[in-house]
């Protein structure tokens, strides 16, 4: 029995030091460049741009096969920051700037279907099969996939509330434009 747990033993601690040097000699580099860029994205992986989630979509963007702008939740400032970044020149005159809205679920209409539940990249969706559903409001992006697939229509996208942790200071330029 002794033999036994220390062959396994010794078997196992050779393996993992082999496992260690490979690790360590064999690997692969990313592209700091991308890992910049990644940086910049929201990180929310809502799919919206297109790839499965934000770093394929950072890796895209800085081998040049997709344009800074494609992050819809990003919005003009991440794709100008990433434009700085790469050092091209990027027209944000298409690209709108949305405010930041998020999901409400009318409990009088939701049927617990949790097709919007199995959509929620962030999990904001609260709820179960045949029960009403609900979201958490700290963690909905906005993303608006769960606004796409449901069946009766009781999801609807509204402004972000300001509170003490979402108020943000006003651009004064457009405050200098009202007056």
Request: aromatic share 6%.
């Amino acid at each position: 029995m002794i033999v036994a747990i220390g062959s396994l033993t010794l078997l196992g601690l050779t393996l993992g030091g082999l496992l260690a040097v490979a690790g360590r000699y064999l690997r692969v580099e990313g592209n700091p460049l991308a890992e910049q860029v990644v940086a910049l994205l929201p990180g929310s992986q809502c799919g919206q741009c297109g790839y499965a989630g934000c770093g394929p979509a950072g890796e895209a963007i800085a081998s040049g096969a997709a344009s800074p702008a494609i992050c819809p939740p990003g919005g003009r400032a991440v794709a100008g920051e990433i434009a700085n970044l790469l050092g091209v020149a990027l027209d944000l005159s298409g690209l709108a700037e949305k405010a930041p809205r998020i999901a409400f679920i009318k409990e009088s209409l939701c049927i617990g279907c949790c097709k919007c539940f199995k959509r929620c990249p962030t999990d904001a969706i609260l709820g179960a099969n045949n029960m009403i559903h609900s979201v958490f409001t700290d963690a909905c992006i906005g993303c608006e996939q769960c606004f796409a697939v449901c069946p009766t229509e009781c999801i609807e996208m509204r402004p972000l509330v300001a509170n003490l942790q979402t108020w943000f200071w006003p651009n004064p330029t457009a405050l200098a434009a009202v007056h």
